[in-house]
């Protein structure tokens, strides 16, 4: 009934924040006693954080995901303090401006903002790979109320991340302690942006890199 009860599973099982919700699993799966699970599935159902929005009658194979945007930003508010920083208070107001400049379509501004505060967070362990940084961000702009998914397949590789909103579709790479044109390079080495041609949305093109050394954003280059 607790988040830190719900972080110790999530590390126990080896789950991060973007891969909650989005399974197809079997009714064994999800429907056990979490007291002798072997998968972190049965918690997250029984405790609301996903519900059944498939079944597929011939296989007997259900699809579970996050019910709602409500639910989503709920989760997501209770791995702050775990993911970003204990100061969950600055954290909302941060996200606040962070989506009052995405809605402007000032991504540039967005990443200044976003430099800054994450220069504040305190330092904390084992901090030193991409995919920390990338849970980060996928928690903080999941708040943002925008479309947001990591490792989105392509035919030429994986996108870091992809985050949609309105008017406007990102795809996103980043790269720590190498250079933001290093993940432009990458982008459109493997053409990521023709994976999401037919979204009907101008795609933008973002490579982030992050400094290890100082923990925020060092550099970014946006491509239109």
């Known amino acids: 009934g607790t988040p830190t009860y719900l972080i110790e599973m999530l590390n126990r099982f080896g789950v991060l924040p973007s891969k909650i919700g989005g399974n197809e699993v079997v009714a064994a799966d999800f429907d056990a006693p979490t007291e002798r699970m072997e998968s972190i599935t049965p918690l997250l159902y029984q405790s609301g954080y996903v519900t059944i ?4 009658e011939m296989f007997q194979i259900y699809t579970l995901d996050i019910p709602n945007a409500e639910v989503r930003i709920g989760l997501m508010r209770s791995l702050i303090p775990y993911y970003v920083t204990r100061d969950t208070q600055t954290t909302n107001t941060t996200v606040v ?17 976003l430099q800054t ?25 999941s708040l943002l109320g925008a479309y947001v998914d990591v490792e989105v ?4 590789g994986r996108v870091d991340m992809v985050m949609r909103t309105a008017t406007t579709l990102y795809v996103v790479e980043l790269k720590l302690d190498q250079s933001a044109e290093a993940a432009m390079r990458q982008i459109d080495l493997k053409n990521y942006p023709e994976r999401f041609a037919l979204c009907g949305l101008p ?7 992050f400094d290890m050394e100082r923990h925020t954003l060092k550099d970014w280059v946006i491509t239109k």
């Not at 929005?53 to 597929?56: H, M």
């Open 53 to 56: 929005k498939g079944y597929d």
């Open 97 to 113: 401006n962070l989506a009052r400049a995405l809605v402007r379509g000032d991504m540039d501004g967005m990443l200044c903002l």
């Open 117 to 141: 505060f994450l220069s504040t967070v305190p330092y904390c362990d084992r901090t030193d790979y991409e995919g920390h940084y990338q849970q980060m961000l996928y928690i903080i702009f």
């Open 153 to 156: 397949r392509t035919p030429m």
């Open 203 to 209: 795609v933008v093109k973002v490579g982030i890199n």
